[in-house]
């Protein structure tokens, strides 16, 4: 049994067996062609934070698979409140054939998957996001394919760190922009050179973009994020990360991605999100077929 937690809790033949069935079951899709390989499976999706693409990509994925899924709001569980994770995590896997979850703190995943004896997902936790990481690896995969040079440029957030090591894990030349006092923790770049990579680190978001085949960013300021919120987004505006036209023209034509949802105005622009460069719909749409991939693997794997 396995558990993702993070996108490095597979290995990179595992991440390329997700990446083809996820194109695999996207072209059965397009072409009108049911899969229902994963016929009465049962999924729990746990949600302490709201979330519009998770809940929804995961739900209807699984029901595309044959499956069906249960939601539990924060109103209908508490993790670690009232009844122990480790109860809740014991009696859900008795009904369920995987545990989604989407929590604020990533300790309560890691109790939550030690003590359910059925793969647990993470949905998005303070620390990563590999259900993400794998709709962006899937969309780099149409969109450029795996010689491409991708660049993240903003917050080293948990999206930021899980996408960093997952390109690292499919071959993908990085470089990574940030301000200085909202970098990543050395330990990510760690975890990415274990697959190869040497990521280019800066602080400067023109270095970063220039010769990328993706821009990638995400919000300045997330869920998380309660202490100056304000200082936070003028350190960003100061520095030049804000993605648009002016900072892409020093790149080559680049793709522009973005997780959703966007702060329009912050740190992307609305003109640019809304062009031709833009494949944030597809990198939306990627998150069912990326999640269904997983399941796929995780629940009808060898």
Same mark, same amino acid.
């Not at 746990?46 to 998770?54: D, K």
């Not at 470089?175 to 940030?178: E, F, G, R």
């Not at 966007?262 to 809304?274: K, L, S, W």
């Not at 031709?276 to 077929?289: F, K, P, S, T």
């Given at each position: 049994?396995?558990?993702v ?5 597979l ?6 067996a ?15 062609? /049911?899969?229902?390989?994963l ?6 999706m ?9 809940r929804?990509s ?13 939601f ?11 009844? /122990? ?9 008795? #009904?369920?054939? =995987? ?15 030690? #003590? ?8 998005l936790?303070?620390?990563?996001? /590999?259900?993400?990481?794998? =709709? ?26 899980s ?11 990085v470089?990574? =922009?940030?301000p ?13 050179r274990?697959?190869? =990579? ?17 821009? #990638?960013?995400?919000?300045w ?10 200082e ?6 100061d520095?030049?990360?804000?993605v648009?036209e ?7 034509? /680049?793709?522009?991605?973005h997780?959703?949802p ?13 062009s ?14 990326a999640?269904?991939g ?9």
């Open positions: 049994m396995t558990d937690l993070d996108i490095d809790d290995d990179p033949d595992e991440l390329d997700v990446l083809a069935e996820a194109a695999a079951l996207k072209a059965d899709v397009a072409a009108n062609e /049911p899969h229902a390989v016929p009465e499976r049962s999924l729990a746990l949600f302490e934070q709201p979330s519009t693409r998770t929804v995961f739900e209807v994925g699984m029901t595309q698979l044959g499956g069906h899924a249960v539990l709001g924060k109103e209908d569980i508490q993790l670690g409140r009232g009844e /122990p994770i480790k109860d809740t995590a014991r009696a859900l896997a008795r #009904y369920v054939d =995987a545990i989604m979850a989407r929590v604020g703190d990533h300790d309560d995943l890691e109790a939550l998957a030690e #003590y359910a004896d059925v793969p647990v997902v993470n949905g936790s303070d620390e990563a996001h /590999p259900a993400q990481t794998l =709709a962006d690896l899937l969309t780099v995969r149409e969109q450029c394919g795996f010689d491409a040079e991708v660049a993240w440029v903003g917050d080293a957030n948990n999206v930021g760190a996408f960093v090591v997952g390109a690292a894990m499919a071959g993908l030349d470089s990574v =922009a940030t200085e006092a909202y970098a990543f923790d050395e330990s990510v770049f760690e975890r990415a274990e697959y190869g =990579a040497e990521p280019t680190v800066t602080h400067d978001p023109v270095e970063a973009v220039d010769d990328a085949d993706v821009v #990638y960013t995400d919000v300021v997330s869920m998380a994020d309660a202490e100056n919120p304000e936070k987004r003028e350190t960003f505006y520095g030049g990360f804000q648009n002016d900072l892409l023209a020093h790149g080559d034509d /680049p793709a522009v991605m997780c959703l966007a702060h329009r105005g912050e740190e992307i622009t609305d003109d640019v999100i809304e031709d460069a833009a494949i944030v719909w597809e990198q939306a749409e990627n998150r069912m077929h999640q269904k997983l399941l796929v693997h995780l629940l009808n794997g060898d």
